[in-house]
């Protein structure tokens, strides 16, 4: 199972809508999701540099919005 999700994410890294993808990853990762949205940034950046930033800044305020969703409900 674990294999099959990575093979997914690597194969979403070059998907027309890969940010999109990332955000969702990102935000589900940070309460259940097993593989962490490097998996799917590394190919990203390695493929655009010039997006790096970006790219980083979608998996962080994804990801901080997802923990925030985990606090919530655990509050």
């Given at each position: 199972m674990i294999r099959r999700l990575y093979d997914w994410t690597i194969q979403m890294a070059s998907?027309?809508?890969a940010l999109w993808v990332l955000g969702v990853v990102s935000f589900v990762?940070?309460?259940v999701f097993p593989i962490p949205p490097d998996v799917l940034m590394i190919p990203?950046?390695?493929a655009r540099p010039s997006r790096a930033w970006l790219v980083?800044?979608?998996a962080l305020v994804t990801s901080v919005l997802g923990g925030?969703?985990?606090y919530a409900i655990g509050a």
């Open positions: 998907h027309p809508r990762e940070s309460s990203m950046i390695l980083a800044l979608v925030l969703l985990g």
